[in-house]
């Protein structure tokens, strides 16, 4: 039997779904074969991802999860705090940022100049030279 500890986590206010999946033995030993994190994009995607790993039942601390997979009749079960989840997140904080870009910063360049504006400030750049070699009076002066 398969069954999975799911948290939504915010990671740099990016919501990222934990996934971490058990397996089950004959003996009733349970032992993790899968972690999955990604970014939690809408519900569907994650129930397609539950039944592509053939998981059996879930168990969240999320409760608006757990509203929307009583919904569907996922079998889910609630709890406060999943702390395994929010692990698996923490140590691959890291790559998840370099991964998924986290904190890029939105770069914006100087404005670039039309040729005839910079042609425009040359020339009367120029001229308030020649005006303040000949003795007139400027504002800047």
């Known amino acids: 039997m398969r069954f999975g500890l799911l948290s939504i986590v915010e990671l740099r206010e990016q919501p990222f779904v934990s996934l971490l999946i058990y397996e089950t033995d004959e003996q009733g030993i349970s032992a993790l074969i899968a972690d999955i994190i990604k970014p939690y994009g809408d519900f569907i995607d994650l129930l397609d991802d539950l039944h592509d790993f053939q998981i059996n039942q879930a168990e969240t601390d999320s409760q608006a999860l ?5 919904n ?12 395994d989840t929010r692990r698996a997140v923490k140590q691959s904080e890291a790559m998840l940022v ?31 030279k020649l005006l303040q070699t000949k003795g007139v009076k400027t504002n800047a002066n």
């Not at 757990?66 to 009583?70: A, E, G, I, N, P």
């Not at 009749?73 to 406060?80: A, L, N, S």
């Not at 904190?103 to 120029?126: F, G, M, S, T, Y």
């Open 98 to 128: 370099e991964l998924y870009e986290l904190d890029k910063e939105v770069e914006q360049d100087a404005p670039v100049l039309p040729a005839w504006r910079l042609w425009c400030i040359d020339k009367l750049e120029r001229l308030i």
């Open 72 to 83: 569907v009749k996922f079998p889910v079960i609630y709890r406060r705090e999943i702390e």
């Open 66 to 70: 757990y509203r929307d997979l009583v």
